[in-house]
């Protein structure tokens, strides 16, 4: 039996909005500001994860122990405070004309994000008029 494609899926960082740059570099910084490495490069690799589960990579590598609660809520406050610093992310190439075209076609285009970056979530309609619904 054949099913029928209904939405598309679209996650933010690097899909919607060219933001991974901003988040690779607060990554980096904010981890060698607390004497632990994790570079541009591999911030990159764990796109995706949430903030703890990267947080934790580095602390089990380095330290041989997962981040308590309060240093994982500590080191990502200071990482989405240095994210936030940056300048406003902009569209990525190509998704306006996609999402359009997603549309057109009768799909409904939905946001799935890991991201807690309300500058992003807050930007969705400003950048994408009229393309996604808030849904609970």
Known sequence: MKKKLKAVLFDMD???????PYHSE???????????????EEAY?????????????VFQRELGREA?????????????VL???YPEAKRMPGAWELLQKVKKDGLVPMVVTGSGQLSLLERLE?????MF???L
Not at 14 to 20: A, E, I
Not at 68 to 80: A, H, L, R, V
Not at 126 to 130: A, D, I, L, S, T
């Open 68 to 80: 308590t609660q309060e240093e994982i809520e500590s080191i990502y406050q200071e990482k989405s």
């Open 83 to 85: 994210f936030n610093s």
């Open 14 to 20: 690097g899909v919607l909005f060219d933001s991974m």
């Open 45 to 57: 690799m764990h796109e995706g994860r949430t903030g703890a589960s990267t947080i934790n990579i």
């Open 133 to 135: 619904r808030k849904e």
């Open 126 to 130: 400003q950048n994408y008029p009229g």
């Open 26 to 40: 607060a990554w980096h910084t904010v981890m060698k500001s607390h004497g632990h490495t994790l570079s541009r």
